[in-house]
């Protein structure tokens, strides 16, 4: 049972344009949405996480909005440049399950100069 | 001690035989995440640890697959008699949990397994 939906599944942007990724999920006890940034050969990187008592978190140029009543987040990156291209992962986990992260499909952004 | 680390980083097999891979996690770490990433897709949770237990498995992990933490430091993943479907990215994940707290998980660069 695939638990998180994202969206598009490829994305490509402009430098200094807004990226935007969506993700849906099914499981009402996830209480944790983390996004992780990976490159190629890499291990996923934490880019910043929500948790559900809030609607949106802002880090720098990158932005969580979260609508717990769609069950849906996403994840905005503004001013986006060269090197932001990378394959995004959203995520979800809830704490009696040990906190094992469910990720979605991912997301492949190209940014072009 | 910067971050996770894992070893090999590349390991290519033949079909039926055994490969062992090690994760060391951030020392103050009582967590111990594996997952696995085939290409184009997300990391799937196989198992974690909580110290030296083994709280959670996957029923990812068949039972050619068995982890352990012995001392609660470094984990080791052990693949028995390898199938070309066990090609994959192995990634280790560690996090500080305590109560009802739980900090972000810190992946490593990851092993790549290929087999004949």
């Known amino acids: 049972q695939q638990q998180v939906k994202q969206s598009p599944q490829s994305l490509i942007v402009q430098k200094g344009g807004i990226s935007i990724i969506n993700c849906a999920y099914e499981?009402?006890?996830?209480?944790?949405f983390p996004w992780y940034q990976q490159f190629p050969g890499k291990g996923p990187a934490l880019l910043i996480a929500?948790?559900?008592?809030?609607s949106e978190k802002k880090e720098g140029r990158f932005t969580i909005s979260f609508n717990k009543s769609a069950k849906q987040f996403s994840l905005h990156i503004m001013d986006s440049q060269p090197g932001d291209s990378a394959t995004y992962f959203c995520a979800a986990s809830w704490r009696t399950s040990g906190s094992r992260l469910t990720f979605g499909e991912g997301t492949q952004l190209t940014v072009n100069p | 001690d910067t971050g996770v680390s894992q070893d090999p980083r590349h390991k290519i097999t033949k079909r039926g035989q055994n490969v062992t891979f090690r994760c060391d996690p951030i020392s103050e770490h009582n967590r111990l995440y594996w997952y696995r990433q085939t290409l184009g897709q997300g990391p799937e949770f196989l198992t974690y640890f909580q110290n030296e237990a083994q709280l959670e498995k996957s029923r990812l992990l068949s039972d050619r697959f068995s982890a352990e933490r012995p001392k609660g430091s470094f984990s080791t993943l052990e693949i028995q008699r390898t199938e070309q479907g066990d090609s994959a990215m192995y990634l280790c994940?560690?996090?500080?949990?305590?109560?009802?707290?739980?900090?972000?998980?810190?992946f490593g660069p990851g092993t790549r397994l290929t087999v004949l």
């Open positions: 499981n009402t006890a996830f209480d944790y």
């Open positions: 994940a560690s996090s500080f949990s305590q109560g009802a707290l739980v900090n972000e998980q810190f």
């Open positions: 929500i948790r559900p008592d809030v």
